[in-house]
Nanobody, 126 residues
Framework: QVQLVESGGGLVQAGGSLRLFCVVS????????MGWFRHAPGKEREFVAA????????YYADSVKGRFTISRDNAKNTVYLQMNSLKPEDTAVYYC???????????????????WGQGTQVTVSS
């Protein structure tokens, strides 16, 4: 059974940093592209960042470019999201997700992901 388990969320002041982790079990991690999405109260779930199977290519929402960095360690079955210069509008539940699709063209759309984690709360105070 596939499991995606996020951790690393918490409460941080504006301008601070957090690093999210997502550990994947039950499948060959390097066969899957990985993405991070977030869901804020009153808003739809939105794309944050994604990374290809090898880690060579990454993709970001405009709202987080230059502040967030996605990376992965295939030896540890883990994908990371380093979040710097956090803003109150970054407050949301953050989810990691796995996709079997190869092309990064598909990574922006949450419908293209096969499996999801349970989410981790990130709260940024002003």
């Amino acid at each position: 059974q596939v499991q995606l388990v996020e951790s690393g969320g918490g409460l941080v002041q504006a301008g601070g940093s957090l690093r999210l982790f997502c550990v994947v079990s039950g499948r060959t991690f390097s066969d899957y592209g990985m993405g991070w999405f977030r869901h804020a109260p009153g808003k739809e779930r939105e794309f944050v960042a994604a990374i290809t199977r090898s880690g060579r290519s990454t993709y970001y929402a405009d709202s987080v470019k230059g502040r967030f960095t996605i990376s992965r360690d295939n030896a540890k079955n883990t994908v990371y999201l380093q979040m710097n210069s956090l803003k109150p509008e970054d407050t949301a539940v953050y989810y990691c997700a796995a996709t079997s699709l190869y092309s990064g063209f598909y990574y922006y759309n949450q419908r293209n992901y096969d499996d999801w984690g349970q989410g981790t709360q990130v709260t940024v105070s002003s």
